[in-house]
């Protein structure tokens, strides 16, 4: 499945750069969704938005700040991260509650 | 969302079936089975999902317990390109999706 992409794949970032890490989906849905999955952890959910509106938050720290500008694009902020925050940041994407469509992900590496 | 149990891993040999089990025995009526596969450098894609019933399509095959407490996804012939993090995982609806450690399935020439 390759409707859904994410840009770039790979980022660097110092402690106190902004960078935003880019999700686009090709495949005519309506909720959008970033996980995080850290080394040897389970992905977890960070944030849900349905028909571009936020509708979950799981307490996420607010050095990270998603952006729906509308129903194909999805955006997370970066600034001030942490070294803990490396990790690989996935987008997905669905029809309501149907089938979740995965992208390949973008390895975030804070140094 | 309800826990899954999964064996953190599994080996099997090429072309031959592989039975990855879920045990899930605090799950719901309302709750949908779902598995979900992660292969190495990827993001997860989706494998099945089922309720009640086993249901069957292209990839694999869902054997769900009549009492719902256990589930087996069944790969009927594995190739070295099943190789991965295969998750069960329990929901409503597929929106909230909790995804647990999942089996690693090792396949073997």
């Known amino acids: 499945e390759t409707g859904v992409t994410q840009t770039p794949r790979h980022l660097v970032m110092g402690m106190t750069n902004k960078k935003s890490l880019k999700c686009e989906q090709h495949?005519?849905?309506?909720?959008m969704y970033w996980y995080k999955q850290s080394a040897k952890k389970p992905l977890e959910l960070m944030f849900v938005?349905?028909?571009?509106?936020?509708?979950e938050n799981n307490s996420v720290p607010s050095r990270f700040s998603p952006e729906c500008p509308n129903s194909s694009h999805l955006f997370l902020h970066l600034h001030t991260l942490q070294p803990e925050d490396s990790a690989l940041y996935l987008c997905?994407?669905?029809?309501?509650?149907?089938?979740?469509?995965f992208g390949p992900g973008t390895r975030l590496t804070v140094l | 969302d309800a826990k899954t149990t999964q064996p953190n891993s599994m080996e099997s040999n090429e072309e031959e079936p592989v039975h990855l089990p879920c045990n899930h025995s605090?799950?719901?009526?309302?709750?949908?089975i779902h598995w979900y596969r992660q292969l190495p450098s990827q993001g997860p894609e989706y494998v099945i999902h089922?309720?009640?019933s086993n249901v069957n399509n292209r990839m694999a095959s869902l054997a769900i317990a009549e009492d719902r407490k256990s589930s087996t996804l069944i790969l009927h012939r594995a190739t070295l390109r099943d190789a991965a993090v295969y998750y069960c995982?329990?929901?409503?609806?597929?929106?909230?999706?909790?995804f647990g450690q999942g089996t690693r399935l090792t396949i073997n020439p």
């Open positions: 997905a994407s669905s029809r309501g509650p149907g089938t979740q469509y």
């Open positions: 605090t799950i719901s009526g309302t709750d949908y």
């Open positions: 495949l005519g849905h309506n909720a």
């Open positions: 938005y349905s028909l571009e509106e936020r509708v």
């Open positions: 995982i329990l929901s409503e609806g597929a929106q909230k999706l909790v």
């Open positions: 089922g309720l009640t």
